[in-house]
Nanobody, 121 residues
Framework: QVQLVESGGGLVQAGGSLRLSCAAS????????MGWYRQPPGKQRELVAT???????HIADSVKDRFTISRDNAKNTVYLQMNSLKPEDTAVYYC???????????????WGQGTQVTVSS
C-alpha cells in the first residue's frame, strides 16, 4: 500500500523559508503527476505546484515568484521550497500524486496526511 509521507512544516515568521518534502513510502511502478496542494483556514483546497504528466511544472500565480518545486525521481520524492513566506501562505499543505503502484494496477490518486505551515506576521 503506497502512502505519501510529508515533512517540513512548521511555524515561521513572515519573510522566512521552509522546505517541504513528500516521499512515497513504497516502490511505485510509475508516477503521472506529483505535487502540492494547500487548504487555508476556512477555504477550499487549492493547487500550489505540481509536476505534470509530461514532466513540466505548474505553479500557482500567487506563489510562482517565491516557491519552487523539485523532485528526486529515484526516491519518488517531491520537494517544495517556500521562500519569502507571507501570513496568507498559512495553510495545511497536502502532497498529491497520481501513480501506479505496480504494472498490474490502474492509476489512482493518493494524498498525504497534510502538514501545517503557519506564517506569523
Amino acid at each position: 500500500q503506497v502512502q505519501l509521507v510529508e515533512s517540513g512544516g512548521g511555524l515561521v515568521q513572515a519573510g522566512g523559508s521552509l522546505r517541504l518534502s513528500c516521499a512515497a513510502s513504497a516502490t511505485v511502478f510509475s508516477v503521472n503527476t506529483m505535487g502540492w496542494y494547500r487548504q487555508p483556514p476556512g477555504k477550499q483546497r487549492e493547487l500550489v505546484a505540481t509536476f505534470t504528466s509530461g514532466g513540466s511544472t505548474h505553479i500557482a500565480d500567487s506563489v510562482k515568484d517565491r516557491f519552487t518545486i523539485s523532485r528526486d525521481n529515484a526516491k519518488n520524492t517531491v520537494y517544495l521550497q517556500m521562500n519569502s513566506l507571507k501570513p496568507e501562505d498559512t495553510a495545511v499543505y497536502y502532497c498529491n500524486a497520481d501513480l501506479r503502484s505496480s504494472r498490474y494496477s490502474l492509476p489512482r490518486t493518493y494524498w498525504g496526511q497534510g502538514t501545517q505551515v503557519t506564517v506569523s506576521s
